[in-house]
Structure formats: structure tokens, C-alpha cells
């Protein structure tokens, strides 16, 4: 008896995956199909698969083709499959061609013709109408999402708005898209708008934009004003637009999947959180000499929140604000000690200061850590009382990591969704109190809390 392999996603069933079916079949007498999981999808960078995997796996047993169904879970599944399974034939279409020659010294490797003009890819285009996109800002911040946009699909970055014209120009060319430095002719060119300004700006184009009529991604922090943050969720509530904030951490798998370890109860009741988040920034940097809006805490603040308002939420009984500023009055470097009810936490960031920057979670019954760049969770691990018994956990993190954060802010327009469970509105809306109330003790005013375009 012939055994024969396939493996894919199988995504919003068509004709080609049909056709390959029906070949593998054909190379053999006994046809058994891999069907990746969603988590695995997202470990290779596949984001915005439509179809759950039962829907997929169910697809692929109506087809009659398929003798026996797996799972994939994982890299590396694929040799010990063949192994195991005692498969002969390896086939898949010839997108893949040479990619998996390497088996060949297991099995025989057969590249199916790929059916012309069909692709999961194409299909998810074809129904969901593609976003465009406008970025108001040209920053380092900006130029990382470019290429992150581009492998979500779903998007289309559109075009770029700067009250500068020349930057916006230049920006434009740099990445091929088109430039504005009129307002109102960016907001009729585009669906969705990524803010990528200057902090104090966040806010008026935030507003601007919803009430253009378009859905917003904001960088974090989204407003340094509480009042502000509930006005502008409320003008989007009010026009069922999502506004989303840009707190990259809160969507990325690893942080995800530590969340839910902390939360399991493997380290017993949270005690303490300790987030630290520091890097040095030269002196004449945006950072350290805007007077107003700079600083460490307004810089890096969200980050380390995030795991302290995940972890404890909002129902703090104490908060403390401490820096050590430079001569122009900017924090290097700050420390917020927070007490709630049942544990404490503590925020540090640092731009003139630098520390070991690390994520500890201290339970009942054992800690998690994760180490620098924890805001890029990869990587962590959970101890108990025997030092012997560690448990490490890795996750995949790609590239800038601004990717996770731009599929679920269209998953959320796709499906009207206002509120995501990874990055609240009232988590938002506490952050934006807490950078207020930092800006206050400073000294810093926030009358006005933005300015006027
Ligand atoms: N396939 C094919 N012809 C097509 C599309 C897919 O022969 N037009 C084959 C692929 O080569 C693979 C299998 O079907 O062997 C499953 O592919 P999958 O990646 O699930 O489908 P795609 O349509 O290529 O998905 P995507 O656009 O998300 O990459």
C-alpha cells in the first residue's frame, strides 16, 4: 500500500486545494491530510486565516479524498509524521517548490502544478473589502509599520499625511506611497488611519479623524488625558468606528500566552509584578528635550503598565510617582509603585538610565520571568520553590512585532467588534489617567492636553 502526505491550511475551501486533494489521492492508495492549527498559522506568520480549524478539517473530509485527517501542530512535525506514519509520498503544490527536498532522503517529494488564479489569500481580499491606509507622521515608528502592514491582508497602505509637506513627500517616495499636507484630502483618500505623531498631537487627530468618519489605530500613548480617552471612545462608539490603541505588546502571541500562564493559577495568587523598560536615548533626542510631553514615563509608561493593568486591573488603592529628572526637568528615569488589595507592582523606565529590563510576576506558589525584551515576548519562564523544576516557554515573535497589533485592529473593523480583551478601552482609558496624573505631579500642565492643528 502506497502512503501518501499532504499538509495546509485548507483556508475558505477552493477549487485548487480540490484539485490537490484529488491528485495526492491519485499518487497513492492511502491519502492522509495535515491541517495546521490557528496557532501554528500565526507561528509561520499566516495571519488573518478566516475559517476555525474544525471548519477547515471538515472541509477537507467532504471532499471523499482524504483517508485519514492530522493536525499540524508545529515545525518539525512534518519529518516525524513521515516517520511515524510510515508515509512514501510527500506532495505538495508547486508553490513550495524545493522547500521540502530535504525530506527526500525519507520519502519521495512530489510538487503538485498549482491551480491557476485561486488562493485563500485571494479569496480573503475578495470579501473583505481592503482597508486603506493613511499615516499621519513620518517617524522611525512609521516607517516600521510600512512593511508590517504589508503582510497583513487585508491592507493597503495608502498614504501619508505631515503638515511638513517635504517630509511627507519624502517619506512617500521612500515607501511608494502618496504624500499629503492637506488634511482634508488625506482623510477622502483613505479608510483607516494610523497615528504615528508626536504624543501631544494624538489626541486632535484622533478626534479629526473619527469624525472624518475613520476607524483609528493610535500609537501609544493614545492620550495623556483621561477625559480625553473617554471622549474620543465615545465618539467612536457613537459613529461605530473602532479606535485602537497602538500598545504593541498587548497583541503579540507570547504576551498572550504568559498572561494566561500567570492566570492559571501555575504560580499561585499574584503578589507582585515588577516591569522594567529602559534604553538610552541620546540627549538631543525628541524624547529628552521636548520640555512638555517627553520624558521616560510618557515614552515607555505603556508598556510596563500594560502587564501591572492585565495582571491586577485598575483597582488600585496607591499610586506613587518617583524620577530622577535631568537638568531641563525631563525624567531619565521613573518609578511608579502601585498597591492594589492583594499585591503591588512597580513600573520603571528609563532613557537616561539604564537597568536590567525584565518582567518578574511573583505568585503564592511560584514566579514567572521574562527577561529584556520582554515587550517583544519570545521568551519566558515559570519557577517553583525547586530550582531544578523550570518550565520555559517560547513563543514566536516576527519582526517589529506591529503585525499582531494590525490584524486584530482589522478583525475588529471586519467584524464591528469595538472592544478587544488584549488591550481594553478601560485599560486605555486608566493609562491615559495615569499619564495625566504623572504629567501633573511633574509639574507638567495638561490644561490643554493637545494642540491645535
Ligand atoms: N494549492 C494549489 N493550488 C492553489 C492553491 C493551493 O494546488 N491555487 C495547494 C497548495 O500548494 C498546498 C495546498 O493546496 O499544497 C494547501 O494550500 P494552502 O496554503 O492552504 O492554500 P492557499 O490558497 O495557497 O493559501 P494562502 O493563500 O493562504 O497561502
Known amino acids: 500500500m502506497t502512503k501518501v502526505i499532504t499538509y495546509g491550511t485548507f483556508d475558505l475551501f477552493h477549487e485548487g486545494h480540490y484539485r490537490l486533494l484529488q491528485r495526492a489521492k491519485e499518487l497513492g492508495d492511502y491519502l492522509i491530510v495535515g491541517v495546521t492549527t490557528e496557532a ?21 473530509k467532504r471532499t471523499g479524498f482524504a483517508d485519514e485527517i492530522i493536525v499540524e501542530e508545529s515545525e518539525g512535525q512534518k519529518f516525524n509524521d513521515i516517520k511515524r506514519l510510515g508515509i512514501d509520498i510527500f506532495t505538495v503544490g508547486s508553490d513550495w517548490t524545493g522547500v521540502f527536498d530535504y525530506l527526500k532522503d525519507y520519502c519521495k517529494v512530489v510538487y503538485l502544478e ?43 497602505t495608502q498614504g501619508v499625511y505631515n503638515p511638513h509637506r ?5 517619506f512617500a517616495r521612500r515607501w ?17 488611519v494610523y497615528i504615528a505623531s508626536p504624543h501631544e498631537t494624538h489626541y486632535t487627530y484622533c478626534k479629526e479623524a473619527l469624525e ?42 507570547g504576551f498572550q500566552k504568559l498572561l494566561g500562564i500567570a492566570c492559571s493559577g501555575s504560580i499561585g495568587s499574584i503578589r507582585n509584578v515588577e516591569a522594567c523598560f529602559t534604553k538610552l536615548e541620546s540627549p538631543d533626542s525628541r524624547e529628552l528635550t521636548d ?8 515614552e515607555l509608561g505603556s508598556y510596563c503598565m500594560l502587564p501591572i493593568l492585565k495582571l491586577f486591573g485598575k483597582e488600585y488603592t496607591n499610586i506613587r510617582f518617583d524620577s530622577i529628572n535631568g537638568e531641563n526637568g525631563l525624567d531619565l528615569f521613573t518609578k511608579v509603585s502601585l498597591r492594589y488589595p492583594t499585591g503591588m507592582a512597580t513600573a520603571t523606565c528609563g532613557l537616561g538610565v539604564k537597568s536590567d529590563g525584565r518582567l518578574l510576576i511573583a505568585g503564592t506558589r511560584g514566579y514567572i520571568v521574562a527577561e529584556a525584551p520582554w515587550w517583544k515576548t519570545a521568551y519566558f519562564e515559570v519557577h517553583h520553590e525547586d530550582p531544578g523544576k523550570v518550565q520555559k516557554y517560547s513563543e514566536v515573535f516576527l519582526g517589529d512585532g506591529l503585525r499582531y497589533e494590525i490584524c486584530d485592529f482589522l478583525s475588529m473593523i471586519n467584524g464591528r467588534e469595538h472592544n478587544s480583551f488584549k488591550l481594553t478601552r478601560s485599560d486605555s482609558v486608566t493609562l491615559a489617567g495615569m499619564m495625566e496624573q504623572f504629567l501633573e505631579q511633574s509639574g507638567r500642565q495638561t490644561e490643554e492636553g493637545g494642540i491645535t492643528l
Open 40 to 60: 501554528y498559522d500565526k507561528a509561520r506568520g499566516k495571519l488573518n486565516v478566516v475559517d476555525p480549524l474544525v471548519t477547515r478539517i471538515e472541509n477537507v
Open 291 to 298: 520640555r512638555r510631553w517627553g520624558g521616560s514615563f510618557t
Open 212 to 253: 472624518h468618519g475613520k476607524h483609528v489605530l493610535c500609537e501609544k500613548p493614545m492620550v495623556l488625558r483621561q477625559a480625553q480617552a473617554d471622549e474620543l471612545f465615545q465618539c467612536a462608539k457613537e459613529r461605530d468606528l473602532i479606535l485602537f490603541e497602538g500598545i504593541k505588546t498587548a497583541y503579540c502571541p
Open 166 to 170: 517635504e517630509s511627507a513627500e519624502c
Open 114 to 156: 498549482r491551480t491557476k488564479n485561486i488562493s485563500s489569500t485571494m479569496l480573503r481580499e475578495k470579501n473583505s473589502r481592503i482597508q486603506r491606509i493613511g499615516i499621519i507622521g513620518t517617524g522611525r515608528i512609521a516607517g516600521r509599520f510600512i512593511p508590517e502592514a504589508k503582510l497583513v491582508s487585508g491592507v493597503s
Open 176 to 192: 511608494e506611497i502618496d504624500a499629503y499636507g492637506n488634511l482634508e484630502d488625506f482623510f477622502s483618500a483613505v479608510d483607516v
